[in-house]
């Protein structure tokens, strides 16, 4: 009768722990991560963007967080031709409340600025090139060698267990 309880105990607890394993896999395999613009310059002029973005990779899922006092400053996404002269356009996003997100929706080059005055030329410009969420880094297939490897422990433990 012990042996029996034992054995029902030891397979809820696989149960939790496969559910357990598998559920903080797959979220770590989802989550973006929220990337502060600037870092802790946050958006403000005479720091350079540029070699800031130059730094970093950007992925899919993830999301730009621009800091700064509303109203001092702005964000703009804008295409490259309006990057170049630092203008607009006429298809700009435009965003002003001092604690932007701006979430990275698809692949691809995306161009930010500031539209106030004169600070655009003045630094406050940058472009990313955004890269899907699969081939950002290295860490997916970690991740998926991790997953497998799971799976084949978790089909073991249930040959044995239940
Ligand atoms: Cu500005």
Redo the contacts with the bound molecule.
Sequence with gaps: MAISRISMGAKRLTLLLAFACLTSLLSVRVEGKDIVVGDENN???GFNYTAWAETKTFKVGDTLVFN?GKG???VQSVSGAAFKDCSTGSDAVSFESGEDRVPLKTAGNMWFL????K??QNG?KFKITVLPAETAQAAPSMSLAAFAFTVVILAWMAVFLL
């Design positions: 958006w403000k002029l700064y001092s400053h702005n500031c539209s106030v005055g600070h655009c406050m």
